[in-house]
């Protein structure tokens, strides 16, 4: 089946989740008709906290997600994509970020809690302009996952492909959560 969501209610619809309760808010739906706006915080995916994040839950183990993001990054260290995640220790993070000044789509990892809070960059690709917007996509094929992006009207271009799925796993993540 498909799903898509085109934030056009006052409010989100109850299948959406965030990690812990809010104690601001950081998500509007109200600025740009049609769009879900974040506002970016200083909290990372893997700091126990409540970063910017909306989820919805992966449902099937073949399936994909996709999103087009409208956000340039102004620092180092600025991030804001697509995540598959299990919990604080065990994600995916496709994201457009800022690298040396330079903007870029990166695919970060965090497998565990010895990794760090922000995760590792496993790959990492120059994208000529984020004025525009950014498509992102995430493909999970069972224990697969692919992770891939496209400019404007341009083909999909894979950042990553078969990546193991299994890190979001109850049976290595531990929990019952799902992805």
Do not use: C, K
Request: aromatic share 8%; charged share 25%; proline share 6%.
């Amino acid at each position: 089946f498909r799903v898509e969501e085109s934030f056009d209610q006052p409010v989100l619809a109850p299948h959406w989740m965030m990690m812990r309760n809010p104690r601001e808010t950081w998500y509007d739906l109200s600025s740009t008709p049609g769009s879900l706006s974040l506002r970016p915080r200083a909290v990372d995916l893997g700091d126990n906290a409540n970063p910017s994040f909306l989820g919805r839950r992966q449902q099937h183990q073949n399936a994909s997600a996709e999103t087009t993001l409208r956000w340039r990054p102004v620092a180092d260290g600025d991030r804001a994509g697509l995540v598959a995640l299990q919990s604080d220790d065990w994600w995916y993070f496709l994201a457009v970020a800022q690298e040396q000044g330079q903007p870029v789509v990166q695919l970060r990892r965090r497998a565990g809690p010895d990794e760090a809070a922000d995760g590792v960059v496993l790959a990492s690709a120059p994208l000529a302009d984020v004025e525009d917007e950014v498509r992102l996509r995430v493909v999970a094929r069972a224990d697969r996952y692919d992770f891939q992006y496209a400019q404007s009207d341009v083909d999909w271009t894979t950042l990553v492909a078969d990546a193991d799925g299994t890190i979001l796993s109850t049976r290595t993540a531990g929990g019952f959560v799902g992805v």
